[in-house]
């Protein structure tokens, strides 16, 4: 829920304790601790064009997707900048067997939000992407989140294919 919110942001919950529910505030903060990369910075390799992206999208999820139109990013709410909204799914592939659905709307990939193509190819082109594949994925479907797991092909596996 708190997938795309800013740092310093306050969030209200509510935390049930068997009869018992508290409410309380929350701060976001930057993700801080033993998670910081202290390795030097390496490049991202980005698709060229929008083609590039559902292809490569296509060949390691299965699925083609396009950003959400401005028109309708009212329909994510404030929970969400945005979304890729899914347009193929491959019959075949781990996306299909997860349950993702042409209309939905794909608002993250692990960590990361994907309001757009650089978002995609970033976690697409990570470095680390084996170390956490599969991916965890965030759908929007009507009015509720679902989340999944999601196996992705390497970029030099589904080369080969």
């Given at each position: ?119 995609i190819n970033y976690v697409l082109d990570h470095q680390q ?33």
């Open positions: 829920a708190c997938l795309g919110r800013p740092a310093g942001e306050k969030v209200e919950i509510s935390i049930r304790r068997g009869e018992k529910t508290e409410s309380a505030t929350l701060t976001l903060a930057t993700l801080a601790g033993g998670r910081r990369n202290t390795e030097p910075a390496q490049p991202v390799v980005r698709a060229q064009n929008e083609e590039a992206t559902h292809d490569k999208a296509f060949r390691m999820m299965g699925i083609r997707m396009v950003p959400i139109p401005e028109a309708e990013r009212k329909i994510l709410g404030d929970k969400y900048r945005g979304g890729m909204k899914i347009l193929e799914v491959n019959s075949k592939s781990t996306a299909a067997q997860n349950g993702i659905r042409v209309g939905d709307v794909l608002v993250g990939l692990h960590v990361w939000e994907t309001v757009n193509y650089d978002n992407l084996s170390t956490f594949n599969p991916l965890k994925f965030y759908i929007l479907r009507g009015n509720e989140t679902l989340y999944g797991h999601l196996q992705v092909i390497p970029q030099t596996a589904s080369k080969m294919r």
